[in-house]
């Protein structure tokens, strides 16, 4: 039997982030095989865009629903005030489901290793099958990027490092071009450390690591202000280090 064959039915549950799935000998073996890699890389591709399908599919059903029951209703401007309340309140517990399922999953190791920022850029776009915007981030190295799908949404986490070693992450929940009236940094608390939430025209991130609240908030700083910017990825850093799937 080819070496490949018996981790191939693993390939798919490493792309889907479901690691404890996963034999560690799968793992391993991935992590130096560029065929099973790019198969994993593909597997990531099919299921990101399966799920912005149904999505789509799904809002629409949605919209169709919320008209008849609007015209059922009849009274209007009762209904407005009912879904606009029952709207921000299902906007503020989904947000903080996302949080905290980005600051976990930005605590795992990278599936993608790599110094390059227009290689790291390449990986999460082609994965995550949704467009990547560059951040300046001078102070930082890059080291890699994951992509996982959990609390509803495809979260794109890019690592650094700082000069001191310690890590930095940034965790794209979507792409959305906010307004610059729009931007702003908001503080959380999750597990006991500071993470400050991003609104910007970048799209929203959650900003989480090791770093000292200090280096979380000039990186926040960075990716508020990267307005007109091109993808994603631009950090200053070491340069040259092989690429691989970890």
Known sequence: MNECEQHRPYLAALADGESELVPPGTRTHVSGCNDCAQEVDTHRLLGARLRATMNADQSSLRRRAGRRWLLRLGAVAAVVVVVAGAGAGWHNYRGEDT???????????????????????????????????????????????????????????????????????????????????????????????????????????????????????????AVEAAAGATPTGSASGRSGRDESAA
Request: charged share 15%.
């Open 99 to 221: 949080v905290t399922a980005a600051v976990a999953v930005a605590s795992g190791q990278t599936q993608y290793r790599s110094s390059d920022p227009t290689a790291i850029t390449s990986w999460c776009e082609r994965t995550s099958g949704r467009p990547m915007r560059e951040v300046t981030l001078s102070d930082l190295s890059a080291e890699g990027a994951r992509t996982d799908h959990r609390a509803g949404i495809d979260i794109v986490t890019v690592m650094y490092t700082t000069a001191q070693g310690a890590r930095i992450n940034i965790s794209w929940l979507d792409a959305s071009q906010a307004p610059i009236s729009q931007a702003g940094v908001q503080t959380r608390t999750i597990d006991g450390r500071t993470v400050l939430v991003v609104t910007s025209p970048s799209g929203t991130a959650v900003i989480s690591g090791s770093a000292p609240l200090a280096s979380l908030w000039a990186t926040a700083g």
